[in-house]
């Protein structure tokens, strides 16, 4: 799915942020600002997972870990299926059952 314009910059997504902490309904931004109602109430509830404030889910710096862990170990099983296939392979050349 294409989008229509592009992600809105971190320091628009702060600047929302905070004025919904000062008082303002995400709805009222949104007429305001473009972003949806839903966007701006998201925003607001990572800011608060970024702040300690929820343990709801993964700050963003959790969610990079987890990103790099799930690459690298799909790397890793990447390279024993070669490892076995090769093993696999020099047995049977050889005339080693494994």
Known sequence: MSR???PYTAE??????ELV???????ELAREFGPSG?????WVRQAEREDGKRVD?????EREELNRLR???RQLR??????????????TETGQSS
């Open 12 to 17: 628009f997504r702060q600047r929302l942020v």
């Open 78 to 91: 990447e390279k024993r299926e070669i490892l076995r296939k090769a093993a696999v392979f020099f047995a």
């Open 38 to 42: 839903q966007s701006i109430r998201n």
């Open 71 to 73: 690459k690298e170990n």
């Open 4 to 6: 229509s314009q592009p």
């Open 21 to 27: 902490r000062a008082g303002r309904s995400p709805e």
């Open 57 to 61: 889910g993964l700050t963003a710096s």
